[in-house]
């Protein structure tokens, strides 16, 4: 197996590298402390193609695949995980899904949009149902040619700026038909009874908004409903496979940017009279975090190079997302400790990349989420492959 990355996908990294420390590194700081949204900066990326990562050239896009558009989420962590996380949900969540499941006349009507600088979301989590995202009770009722949803949505990145929203609510009421009656909807901040709530005070990410939504008899044309009624589930966890990728990345970014700091600070700080990393303890630390960044990295890319070759990749997307974000809080609390006391102030970045990694593992599908679904899907190939190496059977001969 050759582990090298393409020539195009070094210049991706290279390129994407480059344009992160020159023009977003030296703000980074400014916008996590005074929660300032980068607007300069989307605007870059949408001028470069930023925004259409995901989506074909003939709608406007680049086309990246699965791995290119990976190494760059990793390649923006590295410098602001919340302008990384922005450009994810805007493709991952909220550009993917129209690709796949939206009709020609939808494609066409919100992909130029979408491409050319105006931010997507995606709305799943409500406030009773978060990683039970099957309990949804926003609901969503045929009037016409219209649904009128009513309900709460939290947890929404992009949610105040964001010109379309990939909206999940209840089409059928009766709880026993349970994900069967969630349908998916393009919902659009000036259709009437839409309306921003909250904006939440976050621990990290703090460039980043995130935010409640209100319906309150918000009209939805039937027009823009996204796939059937009642494929709402299967359209939210198919994208989420994609999105969890896009997850590892970032986290992958989080914990590289905090390992280089820390080997750099190993480097060059001097305590009883050897330099950091001479001693073995530091050591230790050190190769323990280059360990599960090259462990991240890996799954990362498999998952990506499964998903670009279209191959099922729903187990690989999992663990990538739970190793990598388990392994940025690792990597960022094990900085901190190399910085002692220089790593809890603001002057250095350590502390940053550890409040950013810590919602690595909740949102998109917690740890234990992750874990649920790697075990499902390992038992139910475990029973396929069983089933597939059974003898056949044939009706016995009973004698007349």
Known sequence: MDFRLSPDHQQVRDMIRDLATSEFAPHAAAWDHDRILPTAALAQLAELGFYG????????????????????????????????????VHNSVCCWPLVTYGTDEQKARFLPLLTAGTLGAFSLSEP?????????????RLDGDHYVLNGTKNWVTNGAQAGVIV???????????????????LVTPDLPGFS????????????????ELALQDCRV??????????????????????????????SLGI??????????YADTRVTFGKKLHEHQPVAFLIAEMERRVAGARLLVHRAAWKKMNGLPHRIDASMAKL???????????????????????????????????????IYEGASEIQRIVIARELVAAAAAAQLDAAPATHPTETAS
Do not use: W
């Open 53 to 88: 990562l995901l989506v074909p050239e003939e709608h406007g896009g680049v086309g990246y695949d699965a791995l290119a558009y990976a190494i760059a989420l990793e390649e923006l962590a590295r410098v602001s995980a919340a302008l990384s996380v922005m450009i994810s």
């Open 128 to 140: 009773g149902a978060g990683s039970d995202a099957a309990s949804l009770s926003c609901a969503a």
């Open 167 to 185: 909206l999940f609510a209840r089409t059928d009421p009766d709880p026993a038909v349970g994900p069967r009656g969630i349908t998916a909807f």
């Open 196 to 211: 921003v709530g909250k904006h939440e005070d976050k621990m990290g990410l703090r460039a980043s908004d995130t935010v």
């Open 221 to 250: 044309p039937v027009a823009n409903r996204l796939g059937a009624e009642g494929q709402g589930f299967k359209i939210a966890m198919s994208t989420l496979d994609g999105g969890r990728i896009g997850i590892g990345a970032q």
């Open 255 to 264: 914990a590289g940017a905090a390992f280089a700091e820390a080997v750099k």
């Open 323 to 361: 190793y990598a974000s388990e392994a940025a809080t690792f990597v960022t609390h094990r900085a901190i400790q190399i910085h002692g006391g220089y790593g809890y102030v603001k002057e250095y970045p350590v502390e940053r990349y550890y409040r950013d990694a810590r919602v690595t593992e």
